[in-house]
């Protein structure tokens, strides 16, 4: 039976990226990295088709030896017309599932800068104190009245967001 296997993140860059630097397993790196590195090459060598959702990691799992590789962008219901800018709203769209290492308080810059702008942010928290930490310095900024939080948000919904946001900002 032909297997293909998505791999979203791969181990060696969730254990050596900067969600755990400042937790217990990103003190274990140095005995983690080469274990990590090694199931992720038996990950890729073992399906018929690895399929990355993006190109972040292309260059790493290519060189890992994968006997086929695909890359598929996630998709969202695409809108048969193009909305004119005049219907586009003055707001900057980061769709996520947000957790640490996400640092969603890095985009409140953007909407600092630009006075016109409001900031939504749409997708499940995982991290419940990602979420407190974030609303306490959105409160601490005085942007309360500029930032949504829209929680999880279905196939239309995004396909609305999308279509109607001025910008759209991937973490």
């Known amino acids: 039976i032909p297997v293909a296997g998505l791999i979203w993140d791969p181990t060696f860059h969730v254990v050596n990226g900067p969600a755990y630097a400042d937790r217990a397993l990103g003190r ?5 990295a080469p274990l990590t590195h ?3 090459r038996w990950l890729v060598r073992t399906p018929d088709l690895v399929v990355l959702g993006g190109l972040a990691y ?3 799992v290519a060189a890992l030896g994968p006997r086929r590789l695909l890359i598929q962008h996630p998709a969202v219901e695409v809108s048969a017309t193009v909305r004119p800018a005049s219907e586009r709203r003055s707001e900057i769209l980061a769709v996520t599932a947000w957790k640490h290492g996400k640092q969603p308080a890095r985009l409140l810059g953007l909407i600092e800068r630009h006075p016109g702008m409001r900031l939504v942010l749409a997708g499940a928290w995982l991290d419940e104190a990602l979420l407190r930490e ?3 310095e959105v409160e601490r900024r005085g942007l309360t009245d500029r930032v949504e939080i829209t929680g999880p948000l279905s196939e239309s ?7 109607t946001a001025r910008f759209v900002v991937q973490t």
């Open 134 to 136: 974030f609303t306490a």
């Open 58 to 60: 292309r260059d790493y």
């Open 28 to 32: 274990l790196r140095f005995l983690l």
């Open 38 to 40: 090694r199931f992720d």
């Open 157 to 163: 919904e995004l396909a609305e967001r999308y279509a």
